[in-house]
Nanobody, 114 residues
């Protein structure tokens, strides 16, 4: 079975930083991309950042210049470095792995206080 285990969420003051990690385990074929989504209170789930198997990255406009997604292929781990955090970044963050099948992490809470 495939499992995505997330870590790094928590409470931080506005302007602070957090780094989220997501480690994938199990047999995975044909990884196309890994990504981070988030869902704030009363909001739809939103694609925050993605990284393809070739290393290309994309970000939602609201986090450009503040967030960085990266991968360690040897460790099957994807990271989201979040800097200059704002209260509107408060959400549950979900790791996503797109392959032949799609896999989701359980979610980790990020709360940014004003």
């Amino acid at each position: 079975q495939v499992q995505l285990v997330e870590s790094g969420g928590g409470l931080v003051q506005a302007g602070g930083s957090l780094r989220l990690s997501c480690e994938a385990s199990g047999r995975i074929f044909s990884i196309n991309a890994m990504a981070w989504y988030r869902q704030g209170p009363g909001q739809e789930r939103e694609l925050v950042a993605s990284i393809t198997s070739g290393g290309s990255t994309n970000y939602v406009d609201s986090v450009k210049g503040r967030f960085t997604i990266s991968r360690d292929n040897a460790k099957n781990t994807v990271y989201l470095q979040m800097n200059s955090l704002k209260p509107e970044d408060t959400a549950v963050y979900y790791c996503f792995l797109g392959a032949i099948f799609d896999y989701w992490g359980q979610g980790t809470q990020v709360t940014v206080s004003s």
